[in-house]
């Protein structure tokens, strides 16, 4: 499993069947579902899933991360020559 503070997955037993969530630590007592996928058959399923998913996802969430961070360099930037 990925080492993050931020991101970790867990796997919940539904009506249906079994479900994984990426969730998201927002403060210190909340947490936020970034992405779930539902409709897994057994458990290991589920983590299997979670387990491959989540260095993707925070690998996608820090590539999101570093372009947004350059568009707003460069606006900052056309600001001040303004």
Not at 22 to 30: E, N, P
């Amino acid at each position: 499993m990925s080492v993050s503070k931020k991101f970790s997955y867990k796997v919940i037993e539904k009506r249906n069947g079994w479900a994984a969530e990426i969730v998201r630590q927002v403060t210190a007592q909340r947490t936020a579902v970034s992405k779930r996928e539902m409709g897994f058959e057994t458990e290991a399923e589920a983590i299997a899933w979670g387990e491959r998913e989540l260095p993707a996802f925070i690998a996608m969430q820090a590539e999101r991360n570093k372009r947004k961070s350059a568009e707003r360099k460069s606006a900052e930037g056309k600001a001040e020559k303004e």
